[in-house]
């Protein structure tokens, strides 16, 4: 019994149908991995433009800011403390609107 299926299977494999299909699956395995290494490129090169995009904005930005201990920054500081403390404070009674009278239920 066992050498009946043991010729079942080599004939199997041997035949072209079944040769063909393994050929067509390989053809389609590697076709994805191409595509799938085309795409990780193209995310690998991507992002090293952000990166680059990014770095090149950031020393832009440095370039244009003024130093921490500058007459400038110390100014601004003032100037929002200031108007921090000028600004009214809002708030009073017990927090909803209206007018002073209680609604009754009758």
């Given at each position: 019994?066992?050498m009946?299926?043991?010729h079942s299977i080599?004939?199997?494999?041997?035949?072209?149908?079944?040769?063909?299909?393994v050929?067509?699956?390989?053809r389609?395995?590697?076709?994805r991995?191409?595509v799938?290494?085309r795409?990780?490129?193209?995310?690998?090169?991507t992002?090293a433009?952000i990166?680059?995009?990014a770095e090149?904005?950031?020393?832009?930005?440095?370039?244009?800011?003024?130093a921490k201990?500058?007459s400038?920054?110390?100014?601004?500081?003032?100037?929002?403390?200031?108007?921090?403390k000028s600004?009214p404070?809002r708030?009073g009674?017990?927090g909803?609107?209206g007018?002073?009278e209680?609604?009754s239920s009758?």
């Amino acid at each position: 019994m066992y050498m009946y299926y043991l010729h079942s299977i080599q004939n199997h494999e041997k035949g072209l149908r079944h040769k063909g299909n393994v050929e067509k699956q390989l053809r389609e395995t590697r076709k994805r991995a191409a595509v799938k290494e085309r795409d990780e490129e193209k995310v690998t090169e991507t992002l090293a433009q952000i990166e680059k995009a990014a770095e090149a904005a950031y020393k832009r930005d440095q370039k244009g800011l003024p130093a921490k201990d500058s007459s400038y920054l110390k100014k601004a500081i003032a100037e929002e403390e200031k108007k921090m403390k000028s600004k009214p404070k809002r708030g009073g009674g017990g927090g909803g609107g209206g007018g002073g009278e209680a609604k009754s239920s009758t």
